[in-house]
């Protein structure tokens, strides 16, 4: 940053002395220490690690901490990802723009209208060199002057040509001159990567691709060498990177190959998808990198942010990297070589030499696992196979139940008081269907039935076994807020429900709750103005920020989420359904068709009393429909055949097939 009173903050921060110094002589920022006064970056730190060294705000007395400020946005869109507090500012990213507010009061200092949407969801902006980064849904990232608002460089790290799903998720990250950007989404046939822009102009200075482009980028020989269906996408990067100046490296995790759960296509361990990378930020040249699952054919992106710190190993102290899986383990890694400094052993796995599994995947060991490795029986509908973790899903299990979300992408943190991460996951699971085209799946509707559960967690970073591990309703945490822990044994963190909650760190027990009157589930901040310490937090209702004795009354309660699912989408009025019909995906690079035996179309229907609903057979195997309460059936129905019932009086009917009994439909008789 080029301010003197932001160079100031940080050094106060830091707990050193400042040297008056001005214009080109100013030091540049330093973000390696945990976040004090300030909160200049959306993690809190270079280092990702969420942490505040404020204790103002404590156990004892948090129970007194109240609303001292709300902004609402009106039409100017929903305020996204973690706000950054500096230099007397508060900048928030919207999902159409940029404002600078006031920390203390929530005023407007100066607001930017973006010409593209804004996705920054759980990350948010960056600052640097006295300006505003902020990267937009068009694949661009923008520079604006922290004072003003004003534009002052716009560099595009997408593709020149608009493509579907080519976006910066997460907020660019501010590296001693260098802004690194990621960018999403591979899953829509956009191959990920990572810019490096100068601060100071926006002019590129690298590009490393995660999915090589061609045969002298690292990583081409773990990928098919006979044909190259598998480009040109795949390996996005949802997450923050995280910055160690000292060995100027920066740090991220990749996402999903794709087509995820189609491995035929694509032999190899598919580097560097599902790996931890790190980059020299002067160049952009791959370090090292860590893959935590090879082959993936399971989507299980590397989404939560890394997080750098200080581990013991041996009464040495490492400097080290956290790398949380999808699949809830924790690899703790060094940070200059990417070695495991604790013990990671190659486990075998279950096989399927179609789609070419991967033998082996690595697991730490003795390390325990956050949340379960199987879908519980108890938490999805009959007819359904419930998956482990690893299990390959192939086109002969059409009702496949896989645990697909447990640590997703919610930002841990990390407390160095009590040497702990702390992390938001889910029981979460997911219904798989393949097909015979490798780029198509994942079109059935709802089943109603299907429960979901949040958790939280607590890992001790010396033995990466678990303090404490809680269940909540609520279904967003792999997605969600995170946390962020503080000096006074706090724990903070939003939620979709509206509410916004502090934790004891020790215990996990819930100790405060405000609530915000709409989807609360973004990342925290925290910081101080005035000798008073404030948590800020981005709402759908707007921005908040609360203080010891804030007078603001909180709002209504949104409608709570459902902790179990129902029939969604569209009601058709129609008496004509068809059994096996062609169905259509949501295109990774265009729409496709296939046949789907087991299919009911329309999935939700109405029809009026006396009149005949007839099913017709397109499929080639017999299908039997019947109330799940058993009111009714239509017997077998053979191939290429039809059957009927005329229903006398008003009723909703969930049905499903006597022979294929996840195949779930709804009929509404109407007067």
């Known amino acids: 940053m080029g301010s003197r009173n932001v160079w100031m903050g940080v050094v106060l921060m830091l707990g050193v002395s400042a040297t008056a110094l001005t214009g080109c002589d100013q030091q540049k920022a330093d973000w390696r220490q945990p976040a004090g006064k300030e909160w200049p970056t959306a993690g809190g730190d270079w280092g990702n690690t969420r942490f505040s060294t404020l204790k103002q705000v404590t156990t004892d007395n948090v129970k007194s901490l109240g609303a001292a400020w709300m902004h609402k946005f009106d039409n100017d869109g929903q305020a996204v990802g973690a706000p950054i507090i500096a230099n007397d500012r508060m900048f928030v990213a919207t999902t159409s723009g940029v404002y600078a507010l006031n920390p203390k009061t929530g005023e407007t200092i100066w607001a930017h209208k973006a010409e593209a949407p804004i996705y920054a969801k759980y990350k948010g902006a960056s600052i640097g060199e006295d300006m505003v980064f ?16 004003d534009l002052v460089w716009e560099g595009e790290a997408g593709d020149s040509e608009a493509t579907k799903g080519q976006f910066l998720v997460a907020g660019p990250t501010y590296a001693n001159g260098v802004v690194v ?38 990583g081409y020989d773990t990928w098919p060498q006979d044909q190259d269906s598998w480009q040109p ?19 991220f995790g990749v996402g999903n190959p794709i087509p995820q759960w189609g491995g035929e296509i694509r032999a190899g361990d598919n580097l560097f998808t599902d790996s931890a990378v790190a980059l020299d930020v002067k160049t952009g040249a791959v370090k090292w990198h860590y893959q935590v699952v090879h082959h993936d054919l399971w989507e299980a992106d590397l989404g939560t942010p890394l997080i750098l710190y200080d581990a013991e190993v041996g009464g040495k102290t490492v400097k080290a990297v956290a790398v949380m899986s999808t699949y809830g383990y ?19 796995v279950p096989q399927n030499a179609r789609l070419f599994t991967s033998p082996t995947q690595p697991f730490p060991v003795g ?25 390959p899903i192939d086109t002969d299990i059409p009702n496949a139940m896989y645990p697909i979300m447990t640590a997703r992408s919610a930002p841990m943190t990390y407390d160095p008081q009590t040497r702990a991460f702390y992390a ?34 607590a890992l001790d970073a010396k033995t990466d076994k678990l303090l404490w591990q809680k269940q909540m309703p609520s279904q967003s945490q792999q997605n969600g807020s995170g946390f962020v822990s503080t000096a006074g044994g706090l724990l903070f963190r939003g939620n979709l429900d509206g509410n916004v909650d502090a934790y004891e760190a020790k215990s996990g027990d819930l100790l405060w709750q405000f609530q915000t009157g709409g989807s609360a589930n973004q990342s925290p901040s925290v910081y101080q103005t005035d000798g008073e310490e404030y948590v800020a937090i981005a709402s759908a209702t707007g921005v908040w920020a609360f203080r010891l004795g804030g007078k603001v009354e909180p709002l209504p309660a ?17 008496e004509e359904i068809v059994l096996g019909p062609t169905v259509k995906d949501s295109g990774l690079d265009k729409v496709r068709e296939a046949v789907d035996e087991y299919a009911i179309m329309p999935q939700r229907t109405k029809a009026h009393i006396g009149k005949k609903v007839t099913w017709t057979n397109q499929g080639k195997e017999t299908h039997e429909i019947a109330a799940v309460d058993g009111s009714w059936t239509t017997g077998p129905i053979l191939p ?5 019932i005329t229903f006398d009086h008003a009723a909703v009917y969930t049905y499903t097939c006597k022979e294929h009994a996840w195949s779930y439909a709804q009929l509404i008789i109407e007067e």
């Open 134 to 149: 902020v990267g937009l849904g068009n694949g661009h990232v923008i520079a604006l002057r922290q004072k003003t608002g």
């Open 367 to 391: 390390a325990d696992q956050i949340g379960p490795a199987c879908v519980p029986r108890d938490m999805v509908p009959n007819g359904f196979k419930a998956m482990c973790q690893f299990d």
């Open 233 to 251: 996408g795949g390996g996005g990067v949802w997450m923050l990177p995280a910055f160690d100046p000292d060995l100027g490296l920066v740090y």
């Open 640 to 644: 290429g055949k039809s059957a009927s």
């Open 330 to 348: 924790l690899f703790q890694l060094d940070r200059a070589t990417g070695k495991p400094i604790f013990a990671v052993e190659e486990r075998a």
């Open 424 to 457: 938001s996951a889910a029981i979460w699971p997911f219904w798989i269907q393949r097909f015979e085209d490798p780029r198509f799946f994942s079109v059935n509707g709802a089943a109603p039935g299907l429960r979901r559960a949040g958790l939280y967690a």
């Open 181 to 218: 950007a990621p960018l999403a989404s591979g899953d829509f046939g956009v191959r990920g990567r990572v810019i490096g822009f100068d601060a100071k102009t926006g002019k590129q200075l690298w590009r490393f691709n995660t999915v090589a482009a061609n045969k002298d980028e690292p």
């Open 558 to 574: 949104p409608p709570k989420p459902p902790t179990e699912t129902t029939f969604a989408g569209r009601i058709v009025q129609t």
